[in-house]
C-alpha cells in the first residue's frame, strides 16, 4: 500500500501529508451582511483566539448577499492555524438560511455560531469548548447584559420568550441569541430536518441532548446598524410562534367556543327578557357590542389560520433554503509553512 495519497483524496490520513488540510476539531460559522466595516477587526479578534487553541479549527465565511465589499474582504482574510472558507451565497436569504448554510458546510467537531458585529466576543470561546469537552452538546450562551439595545427591544423580547415558552412544548432559553456552540451530532441532526421555515433558536432546542448555558456580557454593536427592524422581528417572532405550537389554534378554538356559549346565554336571556316584558325597541348598543366583538374573534381566529396556512404553502413548495454562488478556501499559512 502506498503511503503517499492524492491531495485529492479526502480519505488518506490527514496529518503531515502534503496539501491535505487537517480535519477540524472546530468550526466557527459566520454569517454576515454588508458588514464591510467591522469585518476586517472581527476576523483579527476571531484568529487572535482560534490561532492560541491547540488544536486545528476552521472559520467558515457566510456571505448573506452581501452589496458592499465584505465578500472581498472575506475572501481575503487568512490565518495561522486554521483554514478559513468563505460561502457566497446568491443573494440575501436572511441570517436563518446564512446559518444553516454553514452548519452544512461545517466539518467540525464542535460547532460556533457567532455574529460578526461584535456583539458575541469571540474571547468566550475557550469557555465554551471547556464546557463542550465537559460533556455539552449544546452550550448556549446568555446575556445577562444587552448593551447598545433600546428598552422597548429588551422588554418586548423578554415578553415575547414568556410567551413562547408558555406555548411551545420546547424549554427555549431566554436572553440566549444565535451565539452558541453545537456538537458535531447535534449539528447532523439540525441538517436533518426539512423544514422551511427556521426559527433557529427554537430548533437549536429542539434534538435537545446535553445543554448547558453560559453567561456573557453582550456588547453594542462594534458599527454599522442592526439589520433588524420591528416588522422584521414580528415576522421572526411570528415564525418562532407557528414553527414550534399549536397552541394559538387551540386557543382560537377555545375563544370561540367561550364566546359561543356567551351568546347562548346572553340569546336565552333575551327571548326570556322579551317574553317576560315585551321589548320596546332597545338592544342597539348590546347588538353592536356583540357583533363587534364575535367579528373581532372571527377575524382573528381567520388571521391566526391564514399564519399557518402561508407556512404550510411554503412548506409544499420544497424550495432550497438558499442557493450558493461560490466557495472559496483559504489554507492556514502555518501548515502551508510546514509543508
Ligand atoms: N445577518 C445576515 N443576514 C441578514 C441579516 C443579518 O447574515 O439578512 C447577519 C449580520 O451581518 C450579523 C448577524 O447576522 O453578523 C446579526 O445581525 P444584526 O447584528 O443585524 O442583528 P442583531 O444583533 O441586532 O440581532
Ligand atoms: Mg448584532
Known amino acids: 500500500?502506498?503511503?503517499?495519497?492524492?491531495?485529492?483524496?479526502?480519505?488518506?490520513?490527514?496529518?503531515?501529508?502534503?496539501?491535505?488540510?487537517?480535519?477540524?476539531?472546530?468550526?466557527?460559522?459566520?454569517?454576515?451582511?454588508?458588514?464591510?466595516?467591522?469585518?476586517?477587526?472581527?476576523?483579527?479578534?476571531?484568529?487572535?483566539?482560534?490561532?492560541?487553541?491547540?488544536?486545528?479549527?476552521?472559520?467558515?465565511?457566510?456571505?448573506?448577499?452581501?452589496?458592499?465589499?465584505?465578500?472581498?474582504?472575506?475572501?481575503?482574510?487568512?490565518?495561522?492555524?486554521?483554514?478559513?472558507?468563505?460561502?457566497?451565497?446568491?443573494?440575501?436569504?436572511?441570517?436563518?438560511?446564512?446559518?444553516?448554510?454553514?452548519?452544512?458546510?461545517?466539518?467540525?467537531?464542535?460547532?460556533?455560531?457567532?455574529?460578526?458585529?461584535?456583539?458575541?466576543?469571540?474571547?468566550?470561546?475557550?469557555?465554551?469548548?471547556?464546557?463542550?469537552?465537559?460533556?455539552?452538546?449544546?452550550?448556549?450562551?446568555?446575556?445577562?447584559?444587552?448593551?447598545?439595545?433600546?428598552?422597548?427591544?429588551?422588554?418586548?423580547?423578554?415578553?415575547?420568550?414568556?410567551?413562547l415558552n408558555r406555548l411551545a412544548a420546547l424549554d427555549i432559553p431566554e436572553n440566549v441569541g444565535d451565539f452558541r456552540l453545537l456538537s458535531a451530532r447535534v449539528v447532523r441532526h439540525l441538517n436533518q430536518l426539512p423544514e422551511r421555515n427556521r426559527y433557529m433558536k427554537g430548533l437549536f432546542s429542539w434534538p435537545g441532548f446535553k445543554q448547558t448555558t453560559l453567561t456573557f456580557e453582550r456588547d453594542a454593536r462594534f458599527c454599522g446598524e442592526t439589520k433588524w427592524n420591528y416588522f422584521k422581528l414580528l415576522g421572526l417572532a411570528m415564525d418562532g410562534l407557528t414553527s414550534f405550537s399549536i397552541r394559538p389554534l387551540r386557543l382560537a378554538t377555545i375563544a370561540g367556543a367561550t364566546t359561543a356559549s356567551l351568546a347562548f346565554i346572553y340569546g336565552a336571556w333575551i327571548v326570556f327578557k322579551t317574553l317576560a316584558y315585551g321589548d320596546p325597541v332597545s338592544g342597539y348598543p348590546s347588538m353592536m357590542v356583540a357583533m363587534l366583538a364575535l367579528a373581532g374573534v372571527q377575524l382573528l381566529a381567520i388571521g391566526l389560520l391564514g399564519e399557518y396556512i402561508g407556512r404550510i404553502f411554503v412548506e409544499v413548495k420544497q424550495r432550497p433554503l438558499y442557493l450558493v454562488d461560490s466557495v472559496s478556501e483559504q489554507q492556514a499559512s502555518a501548515s502551508a509553512i510546514e509543508t
Not at 485529492?8 to 496529518?15: I, L, N, R
Open 1 to 163: 500500500m502506498s503511503l503517499y495519497y492524492s491531495p485529492q483524496d479526502k480519505k488518506g490520513p490527514h496529518t503531515s501529508l502534503v496539501s491535505i488540510a487537517p480535519i477540524p476539531t472546530l468550526s466557527v460559522i459566520v454569517p454576515f451582511f454588508n458588514e464591510q466595516e467591522v469585518l476586517p477587526e472581527f476576523h483579527r479578534r476571531l484568529t487572535q483566539v482560534l490561532d492560541n487553541l491547540s488544536f486545528h479549527s476552521e472559520i467558515i465565511y457566510v456571505d448573506d448577499g452581501s452589496s458592499d465589499q465584505s465578500l472581498v474582504l472575506a475572501r481575503s482574510f487568512n490565518a495561522l492555524n486554521c483554514q478559513v472558507r468563505c460561502i457566497a451565497l446568491s443573494r440575501n436569504f436572511g441570517k436563518e438560511s446564512a446559518m444553516s448554510a454553514g452548519l452544512e458546510h461545517a466539518k467540525g467537531e464542535a460547532v460556533i455560531l457567532i455574529d460578526a458585529d461584535l456583539q458575541d466576543p469571540p474571547e468566550c470561546i475557550p469557555d465554551m469548548l471547556e464546557a463542550w469537552r465537559s460533556g455539552a452538546d449544546v452550550v448556549n450562551m446568555k446575556r445577562s447584559t444587552r448593551h447598545g439595545e433600546s428598552w422597548l427591544k429588551r422588554t418586548s423580547a423578554a415578553m415575547f420568550y414568556k410567551l
